[in-house]
């Protein structure tokens, strides 16, 4: 048996301290034994392209997915993408079709379920208000069953108004959320011996953009926190996750144990980036000075999330089945662009910056031509690694990449065409993009820290970052015990190796990085595996619920 426990986010720098303070004692034990090391991410470091990635064993460029939405081609808009655009096929549809049982549970990107041999509960992209849901559950009648242990928890409370009265729910929700996932897998590991058992805790990515100026006394945000009897809930939540953690391997008995992280986190800055201004002053975007409704649903949005009740926010974001908050979020990217005039745009994503050109052929209003596109590229790089902070003169941007830089296969077309990293100022903290909200202004601001109270829309005090972690060991396993580095493309055909599955039809990535001795299981041809779903496209309604829980998990604020 394999067991895989994700902790989304779980980052080394905030780790390493407690394991040397002896506070994780199973993740201690389980890298003692085994290989452990560092996780790298796909570019952008964050839930679908790198759990997508985890799953395939090949990189955005192959998979199709790069982010939460897709830009639709030809047209200036967005539309959500669920399991159905992937299209590689996951680790669990290789090992079902070898005959493994395996049980996932909570796992992003996985909706649609896939018809795997065991069962399947998605993660929080499925597009239900309820714990638990017939829809999302494989099969079906295993829902049943969950609810009545319980449920299974999803981001369910409110993050942009915080107080102290917040911060003390949001810990006692996190640690609920924990025990309740424990729950549920004891459940299902108790009822038999599974070939591979995965479950995801997404409280480690939580309480890290949270509460980490409490735990990092160098946080640009710390003083905000000043007198704030909080405590360590950032170190509660990770000992509650060593807890879990022993209690999963107790009922998994003697079984080979993977732990890893979908990505890092880290410390971010105060200062903010707005890539369409910077566009504006190089004459490279014209803002429109017509007021359209556009604009207007994309000021809408941040006093939405800030002043309206949560239970109202979902009426509104439902309203007109769902046409209101999709419009509302091509607008927030879009809106305020005149795009006759503009030869580059950003959909100015804080946790994905990128830029995209406006060509001839391939976009509505395209105004570059294909025989300028490679030249224009370099240009804008070159000016983006130029750009520097008005007060300090540091750099604003660490690297720009080339999508095909960064990707290969037949979907590298379908990212952006150029994709940044933000620069880190001292001490490591992050610059991040932030919205020009379609309007002409200061290329970069400086959040107020003194007013600054915590909660989406306001600025996180941590962001994501590429480093993540891992340790595996187990009966059978061999390796390097030195700390390694490892792609996340690696683990597809790792966990297939730790299975005795071979298949001669499959491709990835990357290379195994972790061997067993055993019998193989082949998959003789490629027709014996389970093939990817037809696309199936969100309903109106079930895209204002993925828009409203993604807005609540601070992605499109």
Not at 312 to 332: D, K, V
Not at 367 to 387: E, M, S
Not at 457 to 479: D, K, M, N, Q, V
Not at 495 to 521: K, M, N, Y
């Amino acid at each position: 048996m394999l067991l895989i426990v994700g902790w989304d986010g779980a980052s080394a720098n905030l780790l390493e301290p407690m394991v040397q303070a002896g506070k994780m004692p199973n993740f201690a034990r389980l890298r003692s034994q085994g290989l452990w090391g560092t996780v790298l991410a796909p570019w952008p470091p964050v839930t679908f392209p790198s759990w997508t990635t985890f799953m395939t064993g090949v990189n955005p460029g192959r998979h199709g997915i790069f982010d939460f939405t897709r830009r639709e081609p030809g047209a200036y808009r967005v539309h959500f993408v669920n399991s159905t655009w992937r299209r590689a096929p996951s680790i669990w549809s290789r090992l079902s079709a070898a005959g493994k049982r395996v049980c996932i549970l909570g796992l992003p990107a996985t909706y649609p379920p896939e018809p795997v041999n065991g069962v399947m509960i998605c993660g929080f992209d499925t597009p239900v208000t309820t714990r638990v849901d017939r829809s999302f559950v494989y099969p079906p009648e295993e829902a049943d069953g969950v609810l009545q242990a319980g449920g299974f928890p999803f981001a369910d409370f409110q993050e942009f108004r915080v107080d102290r009265a917040w911060y003390a729910k949001a810990r006692s929700r996190l640690l609920q959320g924990i025990a309740q996932k424990v729950r549920v897998a004891e459940r299902f590991l108790r009822r038999e011996r599974w070939d591979v058992f995965f479950l995801l805790f997404g409280e480690s990515d939580t309480v890290a953009h949270h509460f980490w100026h409490f735990a990092d006394p160098g946080s640009p945000f710390a003083p905000a926190c000043a007198g704030m009897p909080v405590g360590n809930v950032v170190g509660e939540i990770y000992e509650a996750l060593d807890d879990a953690l022993g209690t999963l391997q107790g009922l998994a008995g003697d079984a080979q144990v993977l732990v890893l992280s979908d990505h890092g986190f880290g410390g971010v800055a105060g200062t903010r980036v707005h890539l369409n201004r910077w566009l504006e002053r190089h004459g490279w975007l014209r803002f429109s000075n017509e007021v359209r409704v556009g604009n207007v649903l994309g000021s809408l949005k941040p006093f939405m999330l800030r002043a309206v009740p949560s239970k109202l926010q979902r009426a509104l974001f439902a309203l007109r089945g769902g046409r209101w908050s999709n419009a509302m979020e091509t607008s927030a990217r879009f809106a305020g662009i005149d795009f006759r005039r503009s030869a580059a745009f950003s959909e100015e994503l804080g946790y994905f910056p990128s830029i995209w050109l406006n060509v001839q052929g391939r976009d509505p209003l395209g105004v570059v031509a294909w025989r300028d596109y490679d030249q224009f590229r370099r240009t804008i790089r070159d000016a983006l690694l130029a750009w520097r902070h008005p007060e300090s003169g540091g750099p604003l941007v660490r690297r720009v990449w080339f999508r095909e830089e960064l990707y290969v296969g037949p979907y590298v077309e379908e990212a952006p065409d150029l994709i940044l990293e933000l620069s880190e100022e001292g001490g490591g903290y992050a610059v991040l993009a932030a919205s020009s909200q379609g309007r002409s202004g200061p290329e970069v601001t400086q959040l107020d820290l003194r007013a600054w109270r915590g909660g989406k829309l306001h600025g996180l005090s941590g962001s994501h970052r590429r480093e993540g972690i891992f340790a595996l060991t187990g009966p059978g396993i061999s390796g390097s015990r030195e700390k390694l580095t490892v792609a996340m493309e690696q683990f597809a055909p790792t966990i297939l190796e730790l299975c005795g599955v071979r298949d001669p039809t499959q491709f990835f990535d990357g290379e195994t990085f972790a061997h067993v001795v055993s019998e193989p299981a082949w998959i003789a041809h490629a027709e014996t595996l389970m093939p990817v779903s037809a696309r199936r496209v969100y309903t109106e309604e079930e895209e204002a619920e993925i828009s409203k829980r993604l807005e609540d998990l601070g992605y499109f604020s």
